[in-house]
């Protein structure tokens, strides 16, 4: 079985491209929201903060993504995908880095 690895390129408002990675898609109150991590452009060891969109259908009914302009809706999902890592690693044994 292969692993595919979707990716993104997405323009900012000085009109830069950035390339992410989809690491997932949740559902939050029967909404899906994609979970994105940047690309790193350079060799250094320095972890990036992964980006959470709201994913819609554009005119066409293809998928679009939006940003969360809500705080609340914010909220709710960052402490969803929270709560889904939480569980991930107590699957996993706990983690392997508990003190």
Known sequence: MEDQ???FILV???GVEHEF?????IEVDKQEYAIL??????DSDEESDAVVLKIGKDDNGEDILFDIEDDDE?????DAWQEMLEQEDEGDGG???QN
């Not at 914010?74 to 960052?78: H, R």
């Open 37 to 42: 991590d940047p690309v790193s452009d350079d």
């Open 74 to 78: 914010w909220e709710k999902v960052v």
């Open 5 to 7: 690895v979707e990716s």
């Open 21 to 25: 990675v989809l690491i997932d898609v």
């Open 12 to 14: 900012d408002d000085e």
């Open 95 to 97: 983690g392997e880095n």
